[in-house]
């Protein structure tokens, strides 16, 4: 029997999570199928309530849903239980039939095997600012907490949110100096300029050129790192680059999150170069 597992989002149809996992499950050999679902989120309890039935190994998850699937999973380890965000759920069986929905988050470990594979870099002792203030951003800031970042700056929208984050998963960073602004603050430049790595952890720029910052006050010093990856370029990564700075796509951070999905869910190891090159394939116009 072909088992199924999902990318759940709203929008959805621009997903590469397809390409790259149906590439994975190919190159091992497994009979299994992954496809994109459009859950808007009045639905998600529903649709999460279907996927107990035998066929489905589990399920990616992506905006808007990455924290509000943490409440409706049976249990959280790891990552997703100090973020309270949820990227993966993995669909557990027991001999007498039961379902036990476990939810994970692999963002971190793909974002940090992009830095370290791709620029070579970790966030040891680094000042980082961080846009935004959602799931992938609180990945993101576990990594800078976790490996020791010297200090630590989320710019959000609404600063009660950013100030939120880094009150919740402020024990996994007890060396590092955190603070949050709001996207309209004038601190925001001084805190761009003094930054030695930049992410952009929202949406803004993807298959756009919009901006979430004023990239004139990038360090030339300093490394971009927009989590979008389509485009492959963003006009954020251009400009940093325009002005001297290294600049580092979304699309590592996302073959390498799927990669360790894959392996949570068939038990295989997952095949990266195949899962690269469906990605990169996929955004080839």
């Known amino acids: 029997m072909t088992q199924l ?15 790259i996992h149906n590439a994975a499950f190919a190159a091992c050999g497994i009979d299994a199928r992954y496809e994109a679902a459009e859950v808007a989120p009045d639905a998600l309890a529903d649709w999460v309530a279907q996927t107990r039935r035998g066929d489905v190994l589990g399920f990616s998850v992506t905006v808007p849903h990455k924290q509000a699937i943490a409440q409706l999973v049976d249990a959280l380890e790891g990552d997703a239980r100090l973020t309270s965000a949820v990227n993966t759920v993995i669909v557990q069986r027991d001999p007498t039939g039961g379902t036990t929905l476990v939810g994970t988050n692999t963002d971190a470990i ?4 992009s ?32 490996d020791g970042a010297r200090d630590l700056t989320i710019a959000n929208r609404s600063r009660q ?11 996994a960073g007890a060396t590092t100096f955190t603070r949050a602004l709001d996207l309209a603050s004038p601190g925001l430049r001084n805190a761009l300029h003094r930054a030695t790595v930049v992410i952009n952890a929202t949406s803004v720029g993807m298959r756009s050129d919009e901006m979430p910052i004023d990239p004139a006050g990038l360090s030339p010093e300093s490394l971009l790192v927009d ?9 954020t990564m251009r400009a ?4 001297g700075a290294r600049a580092l796509g979304g699309l590592g951070m996302l073959v390498y999150q799927a990669a360790a999905a894959f392996e949570r869910w068939t038990g295989t190891q997952a095949p990266i170069p195949a899962m690269w090159a469906a990605a990169r394939s996929a955004l080839t116009p």
């Open 115 to 146: 830095l370290a594979d791709e620029a070579e870099v970790s966030l040891q002792d680094q000042r980082v600012l961080i846009l935004g203030a959602g799931g992938a951003a609180r990945a993101v800031a576990l990594v800078a907490l976790q």
């Open 227 to 235: 989590i979008v990856y389509n485009p492959p370029e963003t006009a």
């Open 161 to 171: 949110r950013a100030e939120q984050l880094l009150n919740e998963l402020g024990p």
């Open 5 to 19: 597992a999902y990318v759940i989002g709203t929008p959805i149809g621009h997903s590469l999570s397809p390409h």
């Open 240 to 243: 940093a680059r325009e002005r």
């Open 110 to 113: 793909g974002f940090r095997r």
